[in-house]
């Protein structure tokens, strides 16, 4: 990780402070006096400050059910940010591993390790996301088979990735994509001219969502490693 984030990891320093304390000159990582922020190091380095050898604390990966009419921003603004739900220290490190829109309800995922999140939110990983979609028109028969193909969603060059649509009833499906475009499950069914009325996210991956609305937890050993990749 980055120096700066490593510091703020190890210390009770803000971001700020800990990048006036390598410009400074104060930080040593394997003996030598590093001033650029930007430097990665590993837990294994031997990064100094104050004759103190720093060790980061353990990254954090947490599974919350996101409320309606919240935000996944580390900040309240027009709605309250769903952070307002964590009793966790050191909330500023947190970001969360796949953003739902305000009005959308279901599985979240926190964390402070980027690498981790990346193959949850990154396209090319596959990660899978299950959504239960109620909609304002009984769906078409041939949805599916169009959702299968890929479609071609407005303002969008490419085509969408294969998609998975399971019928629950006339109005209400289940819908597991795996990429994470802007407000692409919405663009999606209005591509097909039928309109998203409730959406609420199930799964990530091979993780379901088990909580009451506004409750959270940290995930398991399991859970976590479910999300890397072999090499």
Known sequence: MRLDKFICKSTQLTKAEAIERIHAGDISVNDAVIINEATQVHESNTVIMDGKRLIAREFRYILMHKPAGTICSNI?????SLFN???VENIAELHIAGRLDADTTGMVLITDNGRWSFNITSPNQKCSKVYRVGLSREIAADVAEK????IKLQGEQKLTAPAILT?????????TITEG????????FAAVGNRVVSL???AIGEVTLDL???????????????FVKAD
């Open 181 to 188: 475009k802007f407000h692409q499950v919405k663009r999606m």
């Open 147 to 150: 959702f299968k193909a890929g």
């Open 76 to 80: 309240d603004e027009v709605y309250p």
């Open 212 to 226: 009451e609305v506004g409750q959270w937890r940290y995930l398991t050993k399991d859970e976590v490693a479910s």
């Open 200 to 202: 609420h996210r199930e």
């Open 167 to 175: 019928v629950i009833s006339t109005k209400e499906v289940l819908l």
């Open 85 to 87: 739900y964590l009793d």
